[in-house]
């Protein structure tokens, strides 16, 4: 392609790359805040945007008429200088002190906000443990602070809607980062520490984010869901997860419990189900990050493998699987896709034979289609 092909086609190629980011009504739109936290923050980038742009604007503006004003014309002498205002006192003061004034209002709303956001958490008046690892987050709830986990949860982290809940973020391996778009900014999962992030919802309402953080192979596919519930419907899950699964009485899902205990307990644990295989395989220890999601209440969810798949049909929009959609058709085609080849859905990091390195993420099991098929239906009363 000749220089001048690109200089013609690159314009309206940056256009339509431009116009490819923009879309209403996007699930990951920062700039759309439903939450007090979120909106505080809204209320500091709009007006910083706005300055910022007036200043982009007079700034290629005076460049553009500067450089048509002072151009080379044919009488002119090549070695000529235009005027220059050096020395010009008051000039020189002006644009000195304009910046820096300017710098110092940003500066000030800047702290202001902070202290906002930091003050939110006093506000908040229940807290969940986020644990990050690679491929996925886990969600540890203490219900009535004592310091002791009553349950454990994947993908979806639900809280009370109205509610300020303080989020204490840990990584089991490597650096990933936790966002909420619409609830607040990001926060760093780090090895070792732990970070505070709170956040709130105005309405009850389904909200999407991803790990931030490059953390590997399957960075792109760790993605977040937070569920806001009305305070009666949070009461009500919160009741439900504490609870043990139930052993299933349909044969497809019986048989569907025992593949599970024999063939699943070095990983997952579904309390009521195979609590003692998952006890003497090491409770998931000998992973690389450790246990893998708790599948108790597995069907509670609206997704699953990292979140990259929805677990129920969903009619939003945006393909969000919303709270009240939750147990009503099962997205069966991509769960059962999942159990034929994990692999093959997302990537994992294979085992290293020459180190203890196990692997990352779910390996392929080799199930048949009947195995398959009776999973699905144990997976469907994890309710």
Not at 113 to 139: I, N
Request: charged share 25%.
């Amino acid at each position: 392609m000749t220089l001048r092909k690109i200089l013609r086609t690159t314009p309206f190629a940056s256009l339509a790359l431009l116009l490819s980011a923009c879309a209403s009504d996007a699930p990951q739109d920062t700039l759309e805040p439903e939450g007090p936290i979120a909106r505080t923050i809204d209320n500091l980038v709009n007006p910083v945007f706005i300055i910022a742009g007036v200043v982009f604007v007079l700034v290629e503006v005076g460049t553009v008429l500067l450089v048509r004003k002072f151009r080379l014309r044919k009488d002119d002498d090549p070695e000529a200088l235009p005027p220059q205002t050096h020395g010009n006192f008051k000039l020189e003061i002006a644009w000195t002190i304009a910046p820096a004034v300017l710098l110092a209002v940003v500066g000030v709303a800047t702290v202001a906000t902070l202290f906002d956001v930091d003050a939110a958490a006093d506000e908040a008046t229940m807290s969940v443990t986020v644990v990050g690892q690679q491929w996925w987050w886990e969600y540890q709830y203490d219900t009535d602070a004592d310091d002791e986990v009553d349950f454990v949860t994947a993908n979806d982290l639900v809280i009370p809607a109205g509610t300020a809940v303080k989020l204490e973020i840990k990584s089991r391996d490597v650096i990933h980062s936790f966002w909420i778009p619409k609830l607040n900014g990001k926060k760093d999962a780090v090895p070792g520490r732990t970070h505070q992030l709170t956040v709130e919802s105005d309405d009850a309402g389904t909200f999407v984010g991803q790990c931030t953080e490059y953390c590997g192979l399957s960075h792109a596919y760790m993605r977040q869901r937070l569920v806001a519930l009305d305070q009666v419907d949070y009461d009500a899950w919160v009741a439900n997860q504490v609870e043990d699964a139930q052993v299933p009485t349909d044969p497809d899902a019986a048989a569907g419990a025992e593949l599970f205990t024999g063939t699943c307990s070095r990983c997952h644990l579904a309390r009521g189900i195979n609590d003692d295989e998952f006890e003497e395989a090491g409770s998931g220890n000998d992973l690389v990050s450790g246990p893998a999601p708790d599948l108790t209440h597995f069907a509670t969810r609206g997704a699953f493998a990292g979140a990259i798949f929805d677990l129920w049909e969903t009619d939003d929009p945006a393909g969000v699987v919303q709270w009240d959609e939750i147990g009503g058709t099962m997205n069966k085609e991509d769960l059962e896709a999942w159990l034929r080849n994990p692999p093959e859905e997302k990537p994992m990091a294979p085992a290293d034979p020459e180190t203890t390195d196990v692997g990352r993420g779910m390996p392929d099991l080799n199930l048949t289609e009947e195995q398959i098929d009776q999973l699905v239906a144990f997976f469907e009363t994890l309710d």
